[in-house]
């Protein structure tokens, strides 16, 4: 049985997360998508909004998890029985802080594998920053995260201004 984690800030979960999430899906046995807790910046979402969030947008994928962790990565990952850890690539910009990730897991644990998916082309520009610097002026965020994420979104905003 392989068992995929992905993890990341999700602050929130945009349609680029959820196209890495579909594929892997379809790869692994089982996926479980990570919210780190521990994040330099201070996020929008708590990590129990951004896992709700995340549970919302992926109830249709019988084989994808959502939950919270914190502490290192790759003690995660053996805690959690898994193999694989996958992530997202975008542009050159991504691969610096990949690179450095990925062989610090390596140095850590050398029986994870880290595999990377070439994010799909419509969603190569697309980060969580611009989805909140958008919604955050009052833009419109169709077709770059989910309808149930672009709702919490104007909520919040609205709430913060
Ligand atoms: P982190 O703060 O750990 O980078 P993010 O939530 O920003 O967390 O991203 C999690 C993972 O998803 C990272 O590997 C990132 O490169 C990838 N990712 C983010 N946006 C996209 C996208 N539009 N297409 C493909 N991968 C993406």
């Not at 003690?75 to 898994?82: C, I, T």
């Not at 140095?107 to 595999?115: A, G, R, V, Y």
């Not at 077709?143 to 709430?159: D, F, I, M, S």
Request: aromatic share 10%.
């Amino acid at each position: 049985m392989i068992i995929a984690i992905y993890p990341g800030s999700f602050d929130p979960v945009t349609n680029g997360h959820l196209d890495i999430i579909h594929r892997s899906s379809r790869l692994f046995d089982k996926v479980i998508v990570s919210v780190g807790r521990q994040v330099s910046k201070v996020p929008l979402f708590s990590a129990s909004e951004r896992v709700e969030m995340l549970q919302a947008v992926t109830a249709d994928l019988p084989n994808v998890e959502v939950e919270s962790f914190d502490g290192l990565l790759a003690h995660y990952v053996r805690e959690r029985e898994a193999n694989v850890v996958v992530r997202g690539l975008r542009a050159i910009s991504d691969f610096d802080y990949e690179f450095q990730l990925a062989l610090a897991i390596k140095k850590l644990d050398e029986n994870i594998e880290t595999l990377f998916m070439m994010t799909n082309s419509e969603y190569s520009f697309l980060s969580s920053s611009i989805v909140k610097e958008i919604a955050s002026y009052g833009g419109c965020v169709q077709g770059l995260v989910p309808p149930y994420v672009a709702e919490k979104l104007r909520y919040r905003y609205q709430k913060n201004n």
